[in-house]
């Protein structure tokens, strides 16, 4: 699947460093999501951009910084993280309009598996 | 808080038998469900769609929603090992503060053998 595609595919980093994970969607869709999986854990919603303004955060803690400059490029600031933060972070997209049906399917990008040491 | 129950097995079944894998949710106005599938490793891929009570079929994919008893159910029929994978239950209700956000289950891990 090339519609949503994430890099790196793969991170490893150090509690002090700043990095970016970055999410380019091609399938000329409206929102963007970013997602935490860690293991045994569902799914967990981060960050949703509409239109690129920021619909919905949350709580996440702000070492974590989403941006998105246009509604094809979303990307996710990571700073002074933590070694429970390590986990697969997925992006997705979907051509949202709020209460239509049929329009909120997401499709999801490869992934980036962040290691925090 | 808004729910999404799956028993997260492993559930296994022979190759060539139906697997079915169920759903429950909490919240009574969702109006879409889905199943996606996820290998190891991988990334979560859309297997279908339903906002209708009743059966909808794709392949040997059978989507049932009921409702009222609030649980959606995915049947598999002709089990491959190339089904095994974990199934995540979403479910939406797309009011306007929400219309964006699925809750997912933890999924069901299906192992299918030869």
């Known amino acids: 699947e090339t519609g949503v595609t994430q890099t790196p595919r793969h991170l490893v980093m150090g509690m002090t460093n700043k990095k970016s994970l970055k999410c380019e969607q091609h399938?000329?869709?409206?929102?963007m999501y970013w997602y935490k999986q860690s293991a045994k854990k569902p799914l967990e919603l981060m960050f949703v951009?509409?239109?690129?303004?920021?619909?919905e955060n949350n709580s996440v803690p702000s070492r974590f910084s989403p941006e998105c400059p246009n509604s094809s490029h979303l990307f996710l600031h990571l700073h002074t993280l933590q070694p429970e933060d390590s986990a697969l972070y997925l992006c997705?997209?979907?051509?949202?309009?709020?209460?239509?049906?049929?329009?909120?399917?997401?499709?999801f990008g490869p992934g980036t598996r962040l290691t925090v040491l | 808080q808004k729910e999404v129950e799956q028993n997260s097995g492993p559930l296994s079944v022979p190759e060539g038998a139906i697997a079915s894998l169920n759903c429950t949710y909490s919240?009574?106005?969702?109006?879409?469900f889905f199943w996606y599938r996820q290998y190891s490793g991988k990334s979560p891929e859309l297997i279908m769609f339903?906002?209708?009570?009743g059966d909808k079929e794709d392949g040997r994919f059978t989507a049932q929603l009921n409702k009222a008893s609030q649980y959606v159910s995915l049947l598999i029929r002709d089990s491959q090992p190339s089904d095994s994978a974990t199934y995540l239950c979403?479910?939406?209700?797309?009011?306007?503060?929400?219309?964006?956000?699925?809750?997912f289950g933890k999924g069901t891990s299906l192992l299918v053998t030869p």
């Open positions: 951009y509409s239109l690129e303004e920021r619909v």
């Open positions: 339903i906002y209708s009570n």
């Open positions: 919240d009574r106005g969702s109006q879409s």
């Open positions: 997705a997209s979907s051509q949202a309009v709020s209460g239509r049906l049929g329009t909120d399917t997401q499709y």
């Open positions: 979403a479910v939406n209700r797309l009011d306007s503060n929400s219309g964006y956000a699925l809750n």
């Open positions: 399938l000329g869709h409206n929102a």
